[in-house]
């Protein structure tokens, strides 16, 4: 097992209530700072007041935006954390706008949905990401979590799979492509395309 640099810190860190830990899948460990943390590290914090769209979003979902705006960033799209859609009427967890560098020429409007079996939230979230201008990106924390999502999708998008026989994503994303659920990704799947 790798020792990072100053890692022998984070149980006090965690206890001081400065970081939550996070465990993904393959047992990787991150520590997200908490808002006092931020605070205290950068005299500022990095999450909007009410910590989500909202608000006291779970760290696995601050993972899920940080990866997202991370990941888009580095293809090249300007991100905005909590960005508006819809003329202002609703949110995205994150809003990626194509620039000269990025690899599409449409807004990538992505959800973070750590609990997909909220069915009614999931379905007012695909309302909104349907009727916006852009793709749909939704990311979810594991491939069970995946298989949760289209289930409650189904009950609104038609021939949607089931993901029960598509154990990659990447096989997923292929039967995918509709309005308001263009592709979907896991944490690591995200985390593994991280440069």
């Known amino acids: 097992m790798t020792t990072l640099p100053n890692s022998e810190y984070a149980s006090d860190l965690e206890d001081q209530g400065l970081v939550e830990k996070v465990t993904i899948g393959q047992n990787k460990v991150y520590y997200i700072p908490t808002k006092e943390g931020e605070f205290l590290a950068d005299g500022k914090s990095l999450s909007p007041d009410e910590g989500g769209e909202l608000g006291k979003e779970s760290p696995e979902h601050h993972l899920g935006v940080r990866f997202s705006a991370r990941r888009h960033e580095q293809l090249g799209y300007k991100i905005t954390l909590y960005g508006d859609i819809n003329e202002g009427e609703n949110k995205t967890d994150v809003f990626a706008k194509p620039t000269k560098k990025s690899p599409s020429d449409r807004n990538k409007l ?30 979810v924390e594991s491939h069970e979590e995946a298989v949760t999502l289209l289930e409650k999708l189904s009950e609104r998008v038609d021939d949607l799979p089931s993901g029960h026989n598509l154990r990659s994503i990447e096989k997923l994303n292929e039967k995918l492509g509709k309005p308001g659920i263009k592709k979907i990704h896991t944490l690591n799947s995200l985390r593994n395309q991280i440069e």
Do not use: C, T
């Open 110 to 139: 992505i959800e973070v949905e750590i609990s997909p079996e909220k069915k009614q939230h999931v379905l007012d979230d695909y309302e909104a990401l349907k009727e916006a201008y852009g793709d749909a990106v939704w990311v």
